[in-house]
């Protein structure tokens, strides 16, 4: 199914609607400054980078920043996620730069009078991994907080585009610093595009972060797992994404040694190769808006996939740089038109009410992909040719994007993923603890058995959505004594939690298939809410002999 065209708040479309979202005032201060945010970033992994491959570093060693950067997002992505859901999102962001300044600051001086060993290279590199692991899902879910929900795509995608410019730009000012002034003045750079963000943030006082009910961290924890456990579309489309990572990041991890030992270049040489690469993913800005429309999401990641493999390969075999650089700008093309598209559906996908936790999954298997990948590509790298492990990437990378052919990527245009309340709690007080106090629901439908099949199908996907929305177990039955009666029952953590699946968590799709099963009843459906009691401190039974 062709997704819908996405059209700009004057009308326009095509790559114009693309850039919609920059005429949000705050959305171009915040884009622009996590830019340059991002080229410091991008500095400061190549000065890490290159100042291993000038010590004579193993592939290992100059593949492992890459994996200290990514690997935190294994250990603090999900709680993450539930701080950047409850807490204000400018505040985490204002405290992450505040942090990440401190730290840099500190490599810069040890670097100056050198210091740094690789170990506190890599320490510092998973320090700063670890703060940013603990931003990211707050400054994606910001995104939907200060731009309209039709231009959420295009935001997303230039938020992902944003990152690549500063992918051509941060690696060749990079490059020239380095070669002027060594890999200390990179880092103080770095140092110094904090600040740019940290102003932005600081004066930005009208930022009001959007009403949540409070939820307890560990209750918010497990709703954000189960709503992933149970959302086969998020479920696929993570896959596709870690699909095209793994192989994908053998490129980011190897390439500075290509750089050096196949190419023989320079640090302001391997600054230009990633410089192309990043340039390829500008012309992606306006590229990406036409594929989306005629292709639709299967068919720009399937694209995107075999080009990126294609580029992989061609790096490596080119006989001159008038292949390879070309070659290398449509490879960053298509690698922002994968993980734009990808960021982009699962943002408009996820509801508003566990978007941060959701997108820090994403981000799980963005960085952790990430980390296994270039960690695979380094462990492959110091047993053979680096140059063969990239091309064996390509055509993983290439396969991959295949594959959609026979499993394309879900279909999601037309899903309603608007929050609606739905009519089944009561309207009473509560008494005191009652509030988090287990609830098992009995809803009665009254279904004559030649409509059985039919409603149980239903009730399958019915089950899905009471999972998503904060069950924890899920069953339908039959009355032993009236065989036209079925009773479904599930069971929530909390009354809490139940109020809020029915008015804070069922979006427009669930609430479709509620009405559905409901209207398949001959009666309106009997609905009975049971608060558990709590069992009794057991003692120890008495010492005392008891007579008969």
Same mark, same amino acid.
């Given at each position: 199914?062709?997704?819908?065209?996405?059209?700009?708040?004057?009308?326009?479309?095509?790559?114009?609607?693309?850039?919609?979202?920059?005429?949000?005032?705050?959305?171009?201060?915040?884009?622009?400054?996590?830019?340059?945010?991002?080229?410091?970033?991008?500095?400061?992994?190549?000065?890490?980078?290159?100042?291993?491959?000038?010590?004579?570093?193993?592939?290992?060693?100059?593949?492992?920043?890459?994996?200290?950067?990514?690997?935190?997002?294994?250990?603090?992505?999900?709680?993450?996620?539930?701080?950047?859901?409850?807490?204000?999102?400018?505040?985490?962001?204002?405290?992450?730069?505040?942090?990440?300044?401190?730290?840099?600051?500190?490599?810069?001086?040890?670097?100056?009078?050198?210091?740094?060993?690789?170990?506190?290279?890599?320490?510092?590199?998973?320090?700063?991994?670890?703060?940013?692991?603990?931003?990211?899902?707050?400054?994606?879910?910001?995104?939907?907080?200060?731009?309209?929900?039709?231009?959420?795509?295009?935001?997303?995608?230039?938020?992902?585009?944003?990152?690549?410019?500063?992918?051509?730009?941060?690696?060749?000012?990079?490059?020239?610093?380095?070669?002027?002034?060594?890999?200390?003045?990179?880092?103080?750079?770095?140092?110094?595009?904090?600040?740019?963000?940290?102003?932005?943030?600081?004066?930005?006082?009208?930022?009001?972060?959007?009403?949540?009910?409070?939820?307890?961290?560990?209750?918010?924890?497990?709703?954000?797992?189960?709503?992933?456990?149970?959302?086969?579309?998020?479920?696929?489309?993570?896959?596709?994404?870690?699909?095209?990572?793994?192989?994908?990041?053998?490129?980011?991890?190897?390439?500075?040694?290509?750089?050096?030992?196949?190419?023989?270049?320079?640090?302001?040489?391997?600054?230009?190769?990633?410089?192309?690469?990043?340039?390829?993913?500008?012309?992606?800005?306006?590229?990406?808006?036409?594929?989306? @429309?005629?292709?639709?999401?299967?068919?720009?990641?399937?694209?995107?996939?075999?080009?990126?493999?294609?580029?992989?390969?061609?790096?490596?075999?080119?006989?001159?740089?008038?292949?390879?650089?070309?070659?290398?700008?449509?490879?960053?093309?298509?690698?922002?038109?994968?993980?734009?598209?990808?960021?982009?559906?699962?943002?408009?996908?996820?509801?508003?009410?566990?978007?941060? @936790?959701?997108?820090?999954?994403?981000?799980?298997?963005?960085?952790?992909?990430?980390?296994?990948?270039?960690?695979?590509?380094?462990?492959?790298?110091?047993?053979?040719?680096?140059?063969?492990?990239?091309?064996?990437?390509?055509?993983?990378?290439?396969?991959?994007?295949?594959?959609?052919?026979?499993?394309?990527?879900?279909?999601?245009?037309?899903?309603?993923?608007?929050?609606? =309340?739905?009519?089944?709690?009561?309207?009473?007080?509560?008494?005191?603890?009652?509030?988090?106090?287990?609830?098992?629901?009995?809803?009665?439908?009254?279904?004559?058995?030649?409509?059985?099949?039919?409603?149980?199908?239903?009730?399958?996907?019915?089950?899905?959505? @009471?999972?998503?929305?904060?069950?924890? @177990?899920?069953?339908?039955?039959?009355?032993?004594?009236?065989?036209?009666?079925?009773? =479904?029952?599930?069971?929530?953590?909390?009354?809490?939690?139940?109020?809020?699946?029915?008015?804070?968590?069922?979006?427009?799709?669930?609430?479709?298939?509620?009405?559905?099963?409901?209207?398949?009843?001959?009666?309106?459906?009997?609905? =009975?809410?049971?608060?558990?009691?709590?069992?009794?401190?057991?003692?120890?039974?008495?010492?005392?002999?008891?007579?008969?």
């Amino acid at each position: 199914m062709a997704e819908p065209q996405v059209a700009s708040a004057d009308g326009r479309t095509g790559w114009r609607a693309g850039f919609a979202p920059l005429a949000v005032p705050i959305f171009r201060l915040v884009w622009l400054a996590s830019i340059v945010s991002n080229i410091g970033s991008w500095m400061q992994t190549v000065g890490a980078q290159w100042l291993l491959v000038q010590d004579d570093g193993s592939p290992l060693l100059v593949a492992l920043v890459q994996t200290a950067s990514a690997a935190p997002v294994l250990l603090f992505a999900i709680p993450a996620g539930v701080i950047g859901e409850f807490l204000n999102r400018r505040r985490v962001l204002l405290w992450s730069q505040i942090v990440q300044l401190a730290v840099v600051l500190g490599l810069t001086y040890l670097t100056a009078v050198g210091q740094t060993t690789t170990t506190i290279l890599l320490a510092s590199t998973f320090v700063l991994g670890t703060v940013s692991a603990i931003q990211l899902p707050a400054f994606q879910a910001l995104v939907p907080d200060i731009v309209p929900p039709k231009l959420l795509i295009d935001a997303a995608s230039l938020s992902s585009i944003g990152v690549n410019i500063a992918r051509a730009v941060g690696p060749a000012i990079a490059g020239l610093v380095v070669a002027q002034f060594g890999v200390a003045a990179v880092f103080l750079l770095n140092a110094l595009s904090f600040l740019v963000f940290l102003g932005v943030l600081f004066f930005w006082k009208t930022y009001r972060p959007p009403a949540t009910r409070p939820e307890p961290f560990v209750d918010a924890t497990r709703a954000g797992i189960r709503y992933i456990r149970h959302s086969r579309v998020v479920r696929l489309i993570l896959l596709r994404l870690a699909v095209f990572l793994v192989p994908a990041n053998a490129l980011w991890a190897l390439l500075p040694t290509i750089a050096k030992s196949s190419l023989g270049f320079s640090a302001s040489g391997y600054g230009l190769l990633l410089a192309a690469l990043g340039a390829g993913s500008i012309v992606g800005a306006f590229v990406l808006p036409w594929a989306r @429309r005629v292709a639709a999401v299967n068919g720009v990641v399937l694209a995107s996939s075999v080009l990126f493999g294609a580029g992989l390969v061609a790096l490596v075999t080119s006989p001159t740089l008038w292949i390879t650089f070309p070659a290398l700008v449509a490879t960053g093309l298509a690698w922002i038109g994968v993980i734009a598209t990808i960021n982009g559906t699962i943002q408009a996908f996820l509801p508003v009410w566990v978007r941060t @936790r959701g997108l820090s999954f994403y981000q799980l298997v963005l960085f952790g992909c990430t980390a296994a990948g270039s960690a695979g590509a380094g462990v492959l790298a110091a047993i053979w040719d680096p140059g063969l492990v990239v091309v064996g990437a390509g055509v993983l990378c290439a396969l991959g994007g295949l594959s959609l052919l026979v499993w394309p990527m879900p279909a999601t245009a037309g899903i309603g993923r608007g929050i609606v =309340e739905v009519p089944g709690v009561e309207d009473r007080p509560r008494a005191d603890g009652d509030d988090d106090s287990a609830v098992l629901v009995l809803v009665r439908y009254r279904v004559p058995q030649a409509r059985r099949r039919e409603f149980l199908d239903l009730m399958q996907r019915v089950e899905q959505t @009471r999972l998503r929305t904060g069950a924890r @177990r899920w069953q339908v039955y039959e009355d032993a004594d009236d065989p036209d009666s079925v009773v =479904e029952a599930y069971g929530v953590g909390s009354w809490r939690e139940h109020v809020s699946q029915h008015e804070g968590r069922t979006t427009e799709f669930d609430a479709e298939l509620i009405s559905r099963a409901r209207a398949m009843s001959d009666t309106a459906p009997e609905i =009975e809410h049971l608060l558990e009691i709590p069992r009794p401190h057991r003692h120890r039974p008495s010492t005392i002999p008891t007579h008969e």
